[in-house]
T-cell receptor, first 116, second 114 residues
Framework: DAGVIQSPRHEVTEMGQEVTLRCKPI?????LFWYRQTMMRGLELLIY????????DSGMPEDRFSAKMPNASFSTLKIQPSEPRDSAVYFC??????????????FGPGTRLTVL | KNQVEQSPQSLIILEGKNCTLQ??????????LRWYKQDTGRGPVSLTI?????NTKSNGRYTATLDADTKQSSLHITASQLSDSASYIC?????????????FGRGTSLIVHP
């Protein structure tokens, strides 16, 4: 398995532009998580899905952020309009609740977003 | 409010030396505690996991301990190597939504010098 795949790996955009981050979870995993990581705040959970359904989006910072999971193999995180304070590394992770080792989440390589 | 606190924030040691990283948490109900290693430019990778009934878990040169009474955990690295240079993140999970919801510490940045 290729692991969790994220694209793009790096994104540089200007303030006000729309940004779309993409994630392909590990096949067979039924939970998908989106995180944001900054030096100041560390890793923050933004939203997570179970079987493609959003379960908890309380971590989404504001209405400019939205996430979708149209099928079991694809999810997007969209920021519209983007602001400089959105600059961070965004991680996607997936897990299978059936794993005996509890909820080991497998992380993708992250997307480094820079908003100018 | 961050309910998982890690110390020190950063640490520099010489290759071959041992070190211990600390994690204190207040989240409840406690399900499990996991230590992740995050190399620069990569996503976190799990090192160890412990439930409330376990007080020690080893993975090679990494040994994690847990005191559920005082809500403290430590990660001990023996005979450090240059490849141990990374951020180490403590994660405490509580049950929720049919899975386990993690609360992350901010991590300890470890640098191992030759």
């Amino acid at each position: 398995d290729a692991g969790v795949i994220q694209s793009p790996r790096h994104e540089v955009t200007e303030m006000g532009q729309e940004v779309t981050l993409r994630c392909k979870p590990i096949s067979g995993h039924d939970y998908l998580f989106w995180y944001r990581q900054t030096m100041m705040r560390g890793l923050e959970l933004l939203i997570y899905f179970n079987n493609n359904v959003p379960i908890d989006d309380s971590g989404m910072p504001e209405d400019r952020f939205s996430a979708k999971m149209p099928n079991a193999s694809f999810s997007t995180l969209k920021i519209q309009p983007s602001e400089p304070r959105d600059s961070a590394v965004y991680f996607c992770a997936s897990t299978n609740r059936g794993l005996s080792s509890y909820n080991e989440q497998f992380f993708g390589p992250g997307t480094r977003l820079t908003v100018l | 409010k961050n309910q998982v606190e890690q110390s020190p924030q950063s640490l520099i040691i010489l290759e071959g030396k041992n070190c211990t990283l600390q994690c204190n948490y207040t989240v409840s109900p406690f399900s499990n505690l996991r230590w992740y290693k995050q190399d620069t430019g990569r996503g976190p990778v799990s090192l160890t996991i412990m439930t409330f009934s376990e007080n020690t878990k080893s993975n090679g040169r990494y040994t994690a301990t847990l005191d559920a009474d005082t809500k403290q955990s430590s990660l001990h690295i023996t005979a450090s190597q240059l490849s141990d240079s990374a951020s180490y993140i403590c994660v405490v999970s509580v049950p929720g939504g049919g899975s386990y919801i993690p609360t992350f510490g901010r991590g300890t940045s470890l640098i191992v010098h030759p």
